[in-house]
Structures are given as structure tokens and as C-alpha cells.
């Protein structure tokens, strides 16, 4: 269910984000005048055409949480229920979310029922039922199956389809957010289609990388390096999407990419880079939106390297971290400082990484010594047992402001004493999933540079750093292994009460910080360039991203 890390992002990690919450700047056009995009024929008005740097290693989310991908499968798939962008929780495929006073949730909170829509269909007109519900699911729990993690579905003990739009789930133990995140992440799955071939070969289906859907959304073609395009489901359960088809235009480099919108071969760019603002006032047609994003700039950090898996010298590189300079230097100040993984904004927020994280070069270089790497041969660059301390750091390839941020990375860590090599992994390959060898997913890298969502809701921390989680199980990257800390977060899944949720999430703060698993780095603001004529664009700062409402989004004259 919750895909904390996407990736995702920025995107994927990171820079890729799919999300936010807005304000406008600039702009005037917009009627797309000669702007075709991807040499896709189109109709004027009903059409647009968005780029962006990264792109989708398959339209999947079970077995792939790219944020590149969830931006396209908004559009593509249907979910139980998504966040909007005021963060609220709202019902997608089913009609209400339950709760135990609709009776759609038992009063011991063991037994959820949920009603379909009952005009749902899968694009090839295939009613979508109940029993789609129950095989993604076994989906999920597959063993054959490397799914993005199991958090939330491995304690669905059965499922009951009593007709054909209902689902009823019986679980093992109680879990606070099962509303939130039961299909949050995740979409549902045709069975029609997808029966039969869950096991290994499940992630190389033809079916991910031209899927059928149940959304407002069509898909219609994908050529690789070039554009995706779908068109509107005129037979949704929602209603008539307002647009007529869009295209979504990859362009890894991102000054192309402003050149591209600056010369109308795109209508709008998502997740822009912060050149966009330098350059936003020449653009006609365009607004820009401010999203203050929940995303996380951060490093993951591994915890089976050699040398990181010793806690001094992973204090050592955080509070070696001037995040002000990286602020101003890469991001011109739009981006803001980040000293954990819960944004400011949350309830849930906890100060306890500023004790750990603020900047102290003193204090870097003293652990380091304690830990036994000293600079004994005068070239600048600390050695242990004849070991020299290098490590590596690995970004998406094509994302400028990131590959900016491990130069400035290096010259920071240089001053302590620290070699910092750069190697670097295309998108696809650095989000991919566990079978095919993802550089997250396998483990095979030091330090991770990427983004990371914090979702509403604190539970889904189990799936980023429990011990039951890490790959190819979940998505504690950093392969932590704390028993204090997998028992705190399971607590914190069975815990309703707040004040008891805030004091078991305080203590998770405070370890979190303490053994450093992530050195956080900066909370991102994304900016997004949409034509001046787009009605209906809600940015949304959560996981459900910024094509939540894709149906409601029109092109006016």
C-alpha cells in the first residue's frame, strides 16, 4: 500500500515530482497554436501536451513506485480512494470511504466492507468487479511476486466478495490508516487480463507497458524516449474527462526542456527546474505554480557498506552537510532545509534531527577520528587499515539540479576528509524493481540521492525502515535493523488514540535521527508551468500527485 519513497523522484525520485500545492506566477497564451509536441496529429484546444525530464520504467505501480509512472497511471488506473489537494481523504472507485459510524468498518476494527462503483469498466469494456479487488490483492501477496511492499496487505487475513461491488477484508490486527492506504498506492488490477501469470514473469508482461485501465484515461501509445499518449474515457464512471487526449513529452535535460516550452513544442513542463523562474516572465501563455510539496529531498544511507555501517561516521556526514548552501547554491532558496522525514507542516512533525543534522564541520571531523580515520599521509583524504575513505554517490542520471548537489556534496565532505565519487544511474535503472536488478532495490550503492514522500499520515514509515520491510520485501532501502524501532512503528500502525500516535512517533523521530538511516536534506517546493487557459489544475502536495483530478482539467479559448 504506501509507497513512502517514490521515487520516485524524485522523484523519483525527486525530481520527478507529481505533486504539490499551489500559487501562480506569470504567464498569458496558452491556446497552443503549432504546438503538436511528439509529432502526435491532435485537436486543438482539446489536447494538451506536457514535458518532463523523466521517464516511466513501466505503468505499473504494484511492482514499480516511480513517480514519473504514478503521474501517467493517475490518469490510467482507478484506486479505492486519493488525497486531494487540500490533503483530504476522498473516495475514488468506491463510493464512501468507510468508518465505523457508516458501518463500513467493524467496531474492533478487524473487518472493512466497500462498496464499487457499480458503472465501473475496464477500458476494453469489461465490467470491473469485485473479483478484480480480490486478485489484486493476491496479487500483492504473491510470492512470486516482487511487489514495492507488502505494508498493509500482509495483515489482510481474507477477502470476501459477496456480489459483485462489494469487498469485504478481514485482518489479522488492527492498523489505524487501513482506510488510507487499502488501493492508495496501488491500483486495481484487471483480472480478466493479469490471472494466471503471477509469478517471475509477472514483471516482464507486455500488460506494463501498455496497460488497461479503469480510469478516466485511455491509454493510447508509448515510444520509448519520445512521448506517452492517452485519451479520454468517454465512458468513465466519473463522467466526460474535459480533455481530449494528452501527451506526455520526456526530455531528460532540463534546460532542453524550458527550450522546448519556450518554443510552444510543449504547453506545459511538470516539476520544472528552477531555471523556470529566471526565464517564466519570456514565456507567453504560461503560469507557474509554487507547490510546497511533501516531498523529501534526502540520502539514503547503506547500511551494508563497510564503512557507513559504522553510526560515527554516518553522524559524521550528516552533521558535515551545509543544507543552507545547498538551498541557495542549487535551488536559489526555494527549496527549504529539511532536519527529518516529517514535513513542518505535519502534526506529527519532531525537531529531534536538528540535534544531529545541523551543520558542524568540528563536530564531523572529531567523529571521524574517533572512528579511526585519520589523514596520515597528508593528501587531504582520511585512511583507515590503509583504506582510504571513499564512497559513492548515486543520483538519476539527466537531472541537473541533483548532479549540482553531488559536486557541492563533494566539496563539503572534501573539507572533512571524505572522497565522494560520483556514480550515477539512469532513471529506470535506479527505481527499478528488485528482479531487474534497481540500484535501490538490490542495495548496490552508498549513498542514495533522490526524493521521498511524507505521506498525511505516519504509518507508512513502517514500510521505510521496519526490518520486515527491506528489499525485496518493502522499502527500507537503507536495510536498517532495529527491533526498537520495527516494534515502535508496528505500534504506531495499531495506534488510533493521537496523543499515544505523537508519543510513539516522537521516539521513531528520535531513533530515526540517532542511528540515521537518511540524511535529509531539503524539502522541495516544485514548480510547475501549466498554459494560462488550463481550468481545473489543482496542484496536490501528496502522493495522489498533481493528475488526481486529471478529469477535471479543460482548455479554454
Excluded at 462498496?115 to 465490467?127: F, S, T
Excluded at 506517452?228 to 501527451?247: F, H, K, M, Q, S
Excluded at 527505481?431 to 526524493?451: C, Q, W
Aim: one cysteine or more.
Amino acid at each position: 500500500m504506501p509507497a513512502t519513497r517514490k521515487i520516485l523522484i524524485l522523484l523519483a525520485v525527486i525530481l520527478l515530482f507529481a505533486s504539490s500545492c499551489g500559487r501562480d506566477e506569470g504567464g498569458a497564451d496558452g491556446q497552443g497554436k503549432g504546438r503538436g509536441g511528439a509529432g502526435v496529429a491532435g485537436k486543438d484546444g482539446g489536447r494538451l501536451v506536457i514535458g518532463m525530464q523523466q521517464e516511466p520504467e513501466i505503468l505499473n505501480e504494484a511492482v514499480n513506485s516511480m513517480v514519473a509512472g504514478i503521474y501517467v497511471c493517475n490518469m490510467i488506473f482507478s484506486k479505492f480512494v486519493k488525497h486531494n489537494d487540500r490533503m483530504e481523504l476522498v473516495p475514488d472507485l468506491i463510493t464512501a470511504i468507510p468508518t465505523v459510524e457508516n458501518g463500513g468498518i467493524s467496531p474492533d476494527h478487524l473487518t472493512y466492507t466497500y462498496h464499487l462503483r457499480e458503472n465501473a469498466a475496464w477500458h476494453d469494456g469489461v465490467p470491473l468487479t469485485s473479483a478484480d479487488v480480490e486478485f489484486t490483492w493476491r496479487l500483492m501477496m504473491h510470492p512470486g511476486v516482487n511487489v514495492e511492499t507488502r505494508q498493509g496487505w500482509d495483515i489482510i487475513d481474507s477477502v470476501d466478495t459477496p456480489d459483485e461491488h462489494t469487498v469485504v477484508f478481514h485482518l489479522r490486527e488492527v492498523y489505524a490508516n487501513f482506510a488510507g492506504d487499502c488501493f492508495y498506492d496501488e491500483s486495481v488490477l484487471p483480472a480478466h487480463l493479469l490471472g494466471g501469470k503471477l509469478g517471475p514473469e509477472f514483471q516482464g508482461l507486455d500488460f506494463h507497458r501498455s496497460p488497461v485501465g479503469s480510469g478516466p484515461f485511455i491509454f493510447s501509445e508509448w515510444v520509448p524516449g519520445s512521448h506517452i499518449t492517452v485519451r479520454a474515457n468517454r465512458n468513465w464512471y466519473g463522467g466526460e474527462p474535459g480533455l481530449d487526449e494528452i501527451v506526455i513529452v520526456f526530455s531528460p535535460d532540463a534546460n532542453a526542456l524550458l527550450m522546448r516550452l519556450e518554443a510552444g513544442e510543449v504547453m506545459a513542463v511538470d516539476n520544472a527546474p528552477n531555471e523556470l523562474l529566471k526565464v517564466a516572465e519570456r514565456i507567453s501563455g504560461v503560469t507557474v505554480h509554487r507547490n510546497a510539496a511533501l516531498f523529501n529531498e534526502h540520502l539514503d544511507v547503506n547500511f551494508e557498506n563497510e564503512i557507513l555501517s559504522d553510526r560515527r561516521v554516518r553522524a559524521a556526514l550528516a552533521r558535515g552537510i551545509d543544507r543552507e548552501e545547498l538551498s541557495e547554491r542549487i535551488y536559489d532558496g526555494v527549496w527549504i532545509p529539511a532536519w527529518g522525514d516529517e514535513h513542518p507542516s505535519s502534526p506529527y512533525y519532531s525537531d529531534a534531527g536538528r540535534r544531529n543534522f545541523t551543520f558542524d564541520p568540528a563536530a564531523s571531523r572529531k567523529l571521524l577520528g574517533e572512528a579511526g580515520w585519520v589523514d596520515s599521509d597528508g593528501d587531504g583524504i582520511r585512511e583507515k587499515n590503509g583504506k582510504r575513505l571513499t564512497i559513492e554517490i548515486s543520483t538519476t542520471t539527466g537531472s541537473l539540479n541533483r548532479e549540482r548537489t553531488e559536486v557541492v556534496l563533494q566539496e563539503q565532505f572534501r573539507s572533512l576528509g571524505v572522497d565522494l565519487r560520483i556514480r550515477n544511474h539512469h532513471p529506470t535503472v535506479m527505481f527499478g524493481s528488485y528482479d531487474e536488478g534497481g540500484i535501490l532495490k538490490t542495495g548496490r550503492f552508498d549513498l542514495a540521492l533522490y526524493a521521498f514522500l511524507a505521506p498525511p499520515d505516519p504509518s507508512t514509515k513502517d514500510g521505510s525502515y521496519s526490518e520486515r520491510f527491506i528489499p525485496p520485501a518493502g522499502q527500507n532501502y537503507s536495510r536498517i535493523r532495529n527491533a526498537r524501532l520495527t516494534d515502535l512503528l508496528a505500534r504506531g500502525g495499531r495506534t488510533f488514540d493521537f496523543a499515544e500516535r505523537k508519543r510513539i512517533y516522537d521516539e521513531v523521530a528520535m531513533i530515526v535521527a540517532d542511528e540515521i538511516p537518511i540524511i535529509p536534506l531539503l524539502w522541495v517546493t516544485q514548480l510547475d508551468a501549466m498554459p494560462s487557459s488550463l481550468r481545473g489544475y489543482r496542484p496536490n502536495p501528496t502522493q495522489s500527485g498533481d493528475t488526481w483530478n486529471v478529469a477535471e482539467w479543460r482548455l479554454e479559448e
